[in-house]
């Protein structure tokens, strides 16, 4: 009988747990944010290059310059096609370095894809299972970071493809 | 004025509810347990009224009456027929609806076939089962009121989404929620069962239909779901360990245990207490499917509702019938009158306890790996998602000893077996198995011990459900469910093994070489349809000494909402699913275009096909 009630309270115990747990993550707001990066401290952010094949410390590749352009692309994707004439022309500009993270990519059609239309990136970092994306709190392809790195502040995100209002924006902030 | 219809003959329904419930609970109490046809009738008329709202919605979406919030926004005027239709159930509101149109009708059923049951054990169980349908009709009246009003009328509603426009898709619902709700009254029962103190053999014999009947519409819904997945999203895959599947799957593994367990309580008035609790988990299990779904706590291509106050109305629900089951189960005690519950070692009886142990150890790695990810993100604020590689790791070594186990457990004698010479012929058969798999990995060029193990066993499990076919003492449905089941584990092992795919981006006139096949992409055609444009591709494979295979794989573009889907061109024969698919890069230029070789998909539904028709039997069998 003692058994009994031990285990009728170990069963009530863990469904109210079960409840709790199940009422707080509702309670959550899991729609996936990405604007709480904004005003943040870039993450670290180490990963593969695509062409040297090294492993590459993002903080160590654009110390000198003022600003870092950080964007997500990947060759499947078909907007990334349509804002990259705008990188090209971003490419020019002297207070940057512009670098693109490939999300889940395969390695054959990103590089075809670079020798295709141009390759306006200083480095090109792989993120092949899409952690880093995670990290920076992407929302998919193509996403675009405007990172101040004389703090290592992101001050500026962009979802979906650069068009031409918004490289003009971009141009504004680089040359402030 | 039909939008009014609906509601309030559901409101009506409330009442009926209400008084079918106080009525009932005074006869039990009261000790004075007539059953007359009193119950009947009130049931009926409550399923009358729901049919008739049911029918109200329908109508409203036949006619496009944008007047109503639900028809504006899951329909439009240009959509077919048919698609209106199963656009009823397509959101949150109808198929609510129709949850609560199955639970009624099931009680009806139930009250219709079970004449000759005790009056007391029937009356609880239509007081268990109107609790759930009373709450099930305030959740829709208060939450999701299908016959929401809108004022002014748009002109045209928003449409269905595209990708749910699939035949496949349009039965996959309603035959998930006759599994779902099948196993409502299988809770209802066993409680009223245990209040009453009647769990025994004649109860079992009563209830397997039921757990029959769920069982065989759950595993049809999820199949369906799958073979939508597979046709329709065109990833390739049948099953991608998404916790919305998994949802489905939690109640499948619990029902699959208790359809073996309520066995051995029908044949020896045994596993009383466990029977119980697989039947309280199997609902509580579909249950919390419906919240999980529901709630948006899961973000998933099947969360259609974000609205907090519903995930907390089926929340506090869910758990007061919870709480409810359990405090039932412990202040009435089931008393075995088997003085000896321990089974003989050899027997029947362990066989089917083995086969729960590795159910509850399945469904165990489903649900860690489903909810996991919630607590640890209330916890700890981290989101991780939980893949593939986790359920694998954890599933796959543990199909060995059960493959084993499922090749002898069929064979056993109840109550207890002789331990017969040794099968000289059975081992040759595990040797045969083992030589044959070897072959299997060598050849396709996995190199691992394991899955050579894993392989022979599967083999070896399908010889004796194959040679199970021929044997007398077993049942008919168990032996064409297991051989089934044996058939279904050996096409999806040698489809995970064997599948090959080739993923490259294309424009026309380019040629590809994969495998000793040339794929060329030789044009491609625009034409418009209904109510959505298409990009129709050409594809041509050649391989040596075959004639060439053309594949037609289609980009449709959707007006409204405009969506742009793609639909593979899939080629299927006993061996293989060839098919290609390709999807828009740049407009009418560059194409990403992926083909797939999938042996033995067509298998993968025959014998889930067969599964589910082995159930039948049994159900059908006196």
């Given at each position: 009988?003692?058994?009994?009630?031990?285990?009728?309270?170990?069963i009530?115990?863990i469904t109210?747990l079960v409840f709790f747990a199940l009422y707080l993550g509702m309670k959550k707001q899991n729609l996936y944010?990405?604007?709480?990066?904004?005003?943040?401290?870039?993450?670290?952010?180490?990963?593969?290059?695509?062409?040297?094949?090294?492993?590459?410390?993002?903080?160590?590749?654009?110390?000198?310059?003022?600003?870092?352009?950080?964007?997500?692309?990947?060759?499947?994707?078909?907007?990334?096609?349509?804002?990259?004439?705008?990188?090209?022309?971003?490419?020019?500009?002297?207070?940057?370095?512009?670098?693109?993270?490939?999300?889940k990519?395969?390695?054959?059609?990103?590089?075809?894809?670079?020798?295709?239309?141009?390759?306006?990136?200083?480095?090109?970092?792989?993120?092949?299972k899409g952690f880093?994306?995670i990290?920076?709190?992407?929302?998919?392809?193509?996403?675009?970071?405007?990172?101040?790195?004389?703090?290592?502040?992101?001050?500026?995100?962009?979802?979906?493809?650069?068009?031409?209002?918004?490289?003009?924006?971009?141009?504004?902030?680089?040359?402030? | 004025?039909?939008?009014?219809?609906?509601?309030?003959?559901?409101?009506?329904?409330?009442?009926?509810?209400?008084?079918?419930?106080?009525?009932?609970?005074?006869?039990?109490?009261?000790?004075?347990?007539?059953?007359?046809?009193?119950?009947?009738?009130?049931?009926?008329?409550?399923?009358?009224?729901?049919?008739?709202?049911?029918?109200?919605?329908?109508?409203?979406?036949?006619?496009?009456?944008?007047?109503?919030?639900?028809?504006?926004?899951?329909?439009?005027?240009?959509?077919?027929?048919?698609?209106?239709?199963?656009?009823?159930w397509g959101n949150h509101?109808?198929s609510l609806?129709l949850w609560?149109?199955v639970?009624?009708?099931?009680?009806?059923?139930?009250?219709?076939?079970?004449?000759?049951?005790?009056?007391?054990?029937?009356?609880?169980?239509?007081?268990?089962?109107?609790?759930i349908?009373?709450?099930f009709?305030?959740f829709?009246?208060?939450?999701?009121?299908?016959?929401?009003?809108?004022?002014?009328?748009?002109?045209?509603?928003?449409?269905?989404n595209?990708i749910l426009?699939d035949?496949a898709l349009a039965i996959h619902p309603p035959i998930l929620y006759l599994g779902y709700v099948g196993t409502s009254?299988v809770f209802?029962?066993?409680?009223?069962?245990?209040?009453?103190?009647?769990?025994?053999?004649?109860?079992?014999?009563?209830?397997?239909?039921?757990i029959f009947a769920s069982w065989i519409f759950l595993t049809l819904g999820i199949m369906l779901g799958s073979i939508w997945a597979y046709y329709e999203l065109g990833w390739g895959g049948f099953w991608f360990w998404d916790p919305v599947e998994n949802v489905s799957l939690m109640p499948w593994l619990c029902l699959t245990a208790l359809l073996h367990s309520?066995?051995?309580?029908?044949?020896?008035?045994?596993?009383?207490?466990?029977?119980?609790i697989l039947s309280i988990a199997t609902f509580a299990l579909s249950m919390s499917g419906t919240f999980l779904v529901r709630s948006g706590i899961l973000n998933s291509i099947h969360t259609f509702a974000n609205d907090p106050?519903r995930g907390l109305f089926i929340l506090i629900f869910l758990f007061?019938l919870i709480?409810?089951a359990?405090?039932?189960?412990?202040?009435?005690?089931?008393?075995?009158?088997?003085?000896?519950?321990?089974?003989?070692?050899?027997?029947?009886?362990?066989?089917?306890?083995?086969n729960n142990w590795f159910m509850m150890y399945f469904l165990s790695v489903v649900l860690i790996g489903t909810l996991y990810p919630i607590f640890l993100e209330v916890i700890s604020n981290e989101k991780i998602s939980v893949g593939a590689p986790f359920y694998h790791k954890l599933m796959v070594p543990f199909l060995i000893p059960f493959f084993?186990?499922m090749?002898?457990?069929?064979?056993?004698?109840?109550?207890?077996?002789?331990?017969?010479?040794?099968?000289?012929?059975?081992?040759?058969?595990?040797?045969?198995?083992?030589?044959?798999?070897?072959?299997?990995?060598?050849?396709?060029?996995?190199?691992?011990?394991?899955?050579?193990?894993l392989?022979?066993?599967s083999?070896?499990?399908?010889?004796?459900?194959?040679?199970?076919?021929?044997?007398?003492?077993?049942?008919?449905?168990?032996?064409?469910s297991?051989?089934a089941f044996?058939?279904l584990i050996i096409s999806i092992l040698?489809n995970g093994i064997?599948s090959?795919?080739?993923?490259?981006?294309?424009?026309?006139?380019?040629?590809?070489?994969?495998?000793?096949?040339?794929?060329?992409?030789?044009?491609?055609?625009?034409?418009?349809?209904?109510?959505?444009?298409?990009?129709?591709?050409?594809?041509?494979?050649?391989?040596?000494?075959?004639?060439?295979?053309?594949?037609?794989?289609?980009?449709?573009?959707?007006?409204?909402?405009?969506?742009?889907?793609?639909?593979?061109?899939?080629?299927?024969?006993?061996?293989?699913?060839?098919?290609?698919?390709?999807?828009?890069?740049?407009?009418?230029?560059?194409?990403?275009?992926?083909?797939?070789?999938k042996?033995?998909m067509?298998?993968i539904w025959?014998s889930l096909i067969?599964l589910a028709?082995?159930g039948?039997?049994?159900?059908?069998?006196?």
């Amino acid at each position: 009988m003692k058994f009994k009630k031990l285990n009728l309270v170990l069963i009530l115990l863990i469904t109210i747990l079960v409840f709790f747990a199940l009422y707080l993550g509702m309670k959550k707001q899991n729609l996936y944010t990405t604007d709480h990066i904004v005003n943040k401290k870039m993450p670290n952010l180490i990963s593969t290059e695509l062409f040297t094949g090294e492993e590459t410390n993002l903080s160590e590749l654009v110390a000198q310059e003022k600003f870092t352009i950080l964007n997500i692309w990947a060759s499947w994707c078909a907007p990334c096609r349509s804002e990259h004439k705008h990188l090209i022309t971003l490419s020019s500009n002297n207070n940057s370095k512009i670098v693109g993270l490939n999300y889940k990519d395969k390695i054959e059609n990103a590089k075809s894809f670079i020798s295709e239309l141009g390759n306006p990136y200083d480095h090109i970092l792989l993120d092949k299972k899409g952690f880093i994306s995670i990290d920076l709190g992407a929302y998919g392809v193509p996403e675009t970071y405007v990172i101040d790195n004389t703090n290592n502040k992101i001050i500026k995100k962009y979802l979906g493809p650069i068009d031409e209002f918004i490289l003009e924006e971009i141009i504004n902030i680089l040359n402030s | 004025m039909i939008n009014q219809l609906g509601y309030y003959s559901l409101v009506f329904c409330v009442l009926f509810s209400l008084f079918i419930i106080t009525n009932s609970t005074r006869a039990i109490i009261s000790k004075n347990s007539k059953f007359d046809g009193i119950y009947y009738n009130l049931v009926f008329l409550q399923l009358f009224l729901v049919v008739f709202s049911f029918i109200c919605l329908i109508f409203n979406f036949i006619v496009s009456d944008f007047s109503n919030v639900t028809v504006y926004n899951n329909s439009h005027t240009s959509k077919p027929l048919f698609y209106k239709i199963s656009g009823v159930w397509g959101n949150h509101e109808g198929s609510l609806l129709l949850w609560l149109l199955v639970l009624i009708l099931f009680l009806f059923l139930f009250i219709l076939n079970s004449k000759k049951s005790e009056n007391n054990y029937k009356l609880l169980t239509i007081v268990f089962q109107e609790v759930i349908i009373l709450g099930f009709l305030l959740f829709i009246i208060f939450t999701s009121n299908p016959f929401e009003y809108l004022f002014p009328t748009p002109t045209e509603g928003l449409g269905l989404n595209p990708i749910l426009q699939d035949p496949a898709l349009a039965i996959h619902p309603p035959i998930l929620y006759l599994g779902y709700v099948g196993t409502s009254l299988v809770f209802s029962s066993s409680l009223a069962a245990t209040v009453n103190k009647s769990i025994n053999s004649d109860w079992a014999k009563h209830i397997k239909k039921w757990i029959f009947a769920s069982w065989i519409f759950l595993t049809l819904g999820i199949m369906l779901g799958s073979i939508w997945a597979y046709y329709e999203l065109g990833w390739g895959g049948f099953w991608f360990w998404d916790p919305v599947e998994n949802v489905s799957l939690m109640p499948w593994l619990c029902l699959t245990a208790l359809l073996h367990s309520v066995l051995v309580l029908e044949k020896r008035n045994s596993l009383k207490n466990w029977t119980v609790i697989l039947s309280i988990a199997t609902f509580a299990l579909s249950m919390s499917g419906t919240f999980l779904v529901r709630s948006g706590i899961l973000n998933s291509i099947h969360t259609f509702a974000n609205d907090p106050s519903r995930g907390l109305f089926i929340l506090i629900f869910l758990f007061i019938l919870i709480l409810l089951a359990i405090i039932i189960y412990f202040s009435f005690e089931i008393k075995n009158t088997n003085p000896s519950n321990n089974f003989f070692w050899l027997s029947k009886e362990t066989a089917v306890l083995i086969n729960n142990w590795f159910m509850m150890y399945f469904l165990s790695v489903v649900l860690i790996g489903t909810l996991y990810p919630i607590f640890l993100e209330v916890i700890s604020n981290e989101k991780i998602s939980v893949g593939a590689p986790f359920y694998h790791k954890l599933m796959v070594p543990f199909l060995i000893p059960f493959f084993i186990f499922m090749s002898i457990g069929p064979r056993l004698k109840w109550i207890k077996d002789k331990f017969t010479k040794i099968n000289y012929y059975q081992i040759l058969i595990l040797i045969l198995s083992l030589v044959i798999s070897y072959l299997i990995v060598e050849y396709s060029g996995v190199k691992y011990l394991f899955s050579t193990i894993l392989i022979s066993t599967s083999i070896f499990l399908f010889y004796s459900s194959a040679s199970d076919l021929v044997k007398k003492n077993i049942q008919f449905p168990q032996k064409i469910s297991h051989f089934a089941f044996s058939l279904l584990i050996i096409s999806i092992l040698i489809n995970g093994i064997y599948s090959k795919e080739i993923n490259s981006n294309m424009k026309v006139g380019d040629n590809l070489t994969f495998m000793n096949k040339k794929i060329e992409f030789k044009s491609i055609n625009f034409e418009k349809q209904d109510n959505y444009n298409l990009l129709r591709g050409n594809f041509e494979i050649t391989e040596e000494g075959k004639i060439p295979i053309n594949f037609q794989p289609e980009i449709r573009i959707y007006d409204q909402p405009v969506i742009s889907t793609s639909e593979a061109d899939i080629k299927t024969n006993l061996l293989n699913d060839n098919f290609i698919v390709f999807s828009l890069l740049k407009e009418g230029e560059v194409f990403n275009v992926r083909y797939q070789q999938k042996p033995f998909m067509i298998w993968i539904w025959i014998s889930l096909i067969m599964l589910a028709f082995g159930g039948s039997l049994a159900l059908i069998k006196k």
